[in-house]
Structures are given as C-alpha cells and as structure tokens.
C-alpha cells in the first residue's frame, strides 16, 4: 500500500497519476532502445467512422507517440467483413516490429464481424487490450498476462489509497468483459469480497448500503445516488457518459455516479472527468511495453505503483 500522492482531500486524481505512469514508460522506453536497440509498437485498428470510437484511437495514437512508441493506425470501412479485419490482424500478428495489437470496439452493426472472433484472432502475446480467451483465463486463473486496461488503472487507484484492500466488501456494477468481469477477478485477486451486480440484481441499494468500495460501470448517467453509498466508502466511477447540461445548452461529460450527492458521503472518488478515464490509456502503453519485453525475452520493468 502506497502513501498517496493522487487523492486530494477526497479526489482521487486519475490525471496526474496517469501523467506519472507516462512518464515513467517514456524514460523506460529510452533504457530499452539503449539496451536493446528496439521501440515497442502499438498497432490499433478501426473498423467504420464512428466519431467517439475516432476520437478515443486518436487519443491513443498521440499518447504513444508521446511515450516514445511506435504507433499505427489501420482505418477499415465500416462494412468489413469478419475475414477482413482477421486478415488485417494476422498481418499484424506477424509483423515482429509490432508489439500490441488493438481492434477499437465496438464493431460497426453493418459488418459481419463477431467481436469474439476478431479478438481472439489476435495472438496472445500481442493482445494488449487483455480481452481474448486466453488472457481472459489467466487474470481468472491468477496467472500472469495482459489485462484489460480500464480494470487494470481502476486497481492501481485503488492501491493508492491508505487503505488495506483485504477483506473490503467491494461491490462491482456491470458485468461487461471490458470492465466488470475482470475487475471483479482483480479484486478477488487483492482478497477482496466480491459481488457482481448487474440489471438484472435484486435489492441494489441494499448491495451498495453495505459495500466498503463500489465499481459502476453500468453506462447509467449519475444512477448511483448519495444515499446508496455507505458513509466513508470508496467510489471508482467508470462511466463515461455525454448528457445535456442543465440548461441543455451544451453536453458535459458524466459518471455513472451521482457526483455531488456521493462526494459528501464518501471517503475517496474518482470524479468523471480526470478519474479512471486517463488510466485506461497508460494502462494500455503499460501493456504495450510489457509485451514488448516479454515477447524478446526481456524482464520487463516493473512500475512501482
Ligand atoms: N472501447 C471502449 N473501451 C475500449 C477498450 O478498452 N478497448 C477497446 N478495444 N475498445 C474499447
């Protein structure tokens, strides 16, 4: 457990502590050319012109290259069928200067493609979104692999906190496989008690008066109320939501939390923005440079977090 740099008075700062983590790759990134004369690589492609979808790989795409990485992009038209975008992978699956290969989700409704198939596709090694089959099995055996990132930056907030995690009652809203499936694993592997609740849960409010840390991730605009939260619990709040603002003058971004209501009750929360989205690309260039070492038999470097 670390004294905390990232929480002020209550905030937990997903922002500067994802700067940290983009600073530290970027220094290990230049002991690796040195050492080794090689630059990871991410290679993230995009099925379709959906503009959020556009604006998150951008992002993705500038942050490596400000790491120092090497970055692709691969724009595929929307009505790609399955056996083009695997095609795509398997070039990149083959291409030894590419370290961490991406597919952008979720897949446009006009191609064939199923989103198992594609991600599956993507060798192991190479899966830095941690979504496939087989480093699904590993974060679920315990064993060392590539995570998802989302989960991943939510856990690395989580040990920033004065607080010891073992034994916390954590309640985990959504059972996504990008988030709330793996972040359920991670916190049983920190010793937490895990419940998984969903749409489909009975008695939610009587789940979040008794949990000691809730993870939303529902997609839910400011569902979870003030009143829910047990008094001093953690919040992390994944949502990314766009809604109108009060006067429905402009769209402002919110969490799945209700903010304002939660903030007094709380002891910790991430807020939305600046919370748990940064983490999810340093997560990701973290990834990248994980399974760049390990695919050339490097040790990888280890953040101390
Ligand atoms: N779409 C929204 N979040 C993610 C993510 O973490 N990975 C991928 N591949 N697509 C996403």
Redesign the pocket.
Known sequence: MNTNSVINSKIIDGKKKSLAIREWIKVEILKLKESYNFIPGLAVIIVGDDPA?HI?VKNKEKQSIEVGMNSWKYVLPANSSEKQIIYQINKLNNDSNVDGI?????LPKISNALERNVINAISPEKDV?G?SIVNSGKLVYGDNGLF???PSGCIILLKHLPINLSGKKALVIGRSN?VGKPIANMLLKENCTVTVAHSKTKNLIEECKEADIIIAAIGIPNFIKGEWIKKDSIIIDVGINRIDNIDNTQKVIVGDVDYEGAINVCSAITPVPGGVGPM?IAC?LLNTLKGSCIRRNIEPPVYNF
């Open positions: 979808s998150y991406l597919v952008q989700l979720p979104d979504l998802p990132a989302t990008l999810t990701l």
